[in-house]
């Protein structure tokens, strides 16, 4: 889309857990539980051929005047490995539909009446490194959608460490803490054998004023029954524009 790609990258902050980082401040001290429970919900979701799950993010970004100001949104998301996703954006942020079929990506603006294809590469795993390098937008769950996420998540940590036991939504769960070169991010994974996701928060300490996004997981269904495609079924009246380079400015969705 022409105009599409700056302000779907507002939601989408790059960089979330394919390079996370640390804080000069940090220890470099590595638990190893914390490695081995990451690993068990990354085991989970790389067994699950495909599954659901819904999302309530918030995430800082940069006003008029420099103040960091929040922007709050929900997701719908459907993942079929190896080349099915289906995104589905609401909220504050610029609203936005994300399909991807293993042959093309598109997205459809509902408030502007606007949309994207492009042709991309035949698997999620190498899509979503196309779809930022391509267009800059990186689902803050990204990390969570590849094939095999331990190797994503736990790429260059340099400090890990568990911080307890909580509770997020009535479910009991273990609360973990990583650092990695430019961030410092945090998960809350479900203490039963299924250890799925429920909470995740990301800071960037290599950006001015620490901007941080944070993700509420819900409806987590790893046995789903698809209802709709993951393909655009684009409105008659809809215009289609063309997916906007990184680097040029696009005007709002909104």
């Known amino acids: 889309m022409k105009k599409l790609i700056s302000s779907l990258s507002i939601l989408v902050i790059s960089s979330l857990l394919t390079t996370p980082c640390l804080s000069h401040a940090a220890s470099t001290h590595i638990d190893q539980r914390a490695l081995d429970l990451l690993k068990r ?152 054998s299924r250890a799925l996701p429920l909470r995740l928060v990301v800071i960037y300490t290599d950006v001015s004023n620490f901007p941080r996004f944070l993700v509420e997981f819900s409806h987590w269904n790893l046995h789903p029954w698809f209802i709709g495609t993951f393909d655009l079924k684009k409105p008659a009246s809809a215009k289609e524009i063309t997916f906007l380079p990184i680097g040029k400015k696009a005007a709002s969705l909104q």
């Open 41 to 192: 919900s990354s085991d989970t979701l790389a067994g699950a051929h495909e599954f659901t799950y819904r999302s309530s993010s918030t995430v800082e970004v940069s006003g008029k005047n420099g103040q960091l100001v929040t922007l709050f949104a929900k997701s719908r998301v459907a993942l079929k490995r190896p080349n099915k996703l289906r995104v589905l954006v609401t909220g504050e942020v610029p609203n936005f539909d994300f399909y991807y079929n293993g042959s093309t990506i598109a997205a459809y603006a509902p408030k502007t009446n606007v949309y994207s294809v492009s042709k991309a590469p035949a698997t999620i795993d190498t899509m979503l490194p196309f779809l930022k390098e391509k267009t800059g937008i990186h689902f803050p769950s990204a990390g969570m959608l590849f094939s095999n996420p331990y190797a994503v998540l736990s790429k260059n940590i340099t400090s890990a460490f568990v911080v307890g036991s909580d509770i997020v939504d009535g479910i009991p769960c273990n609360h973990l803490a990583f650092s990695a070169p430019g961030v410092n991010w945090e998960i809350w994974l479900e203490s039963g």
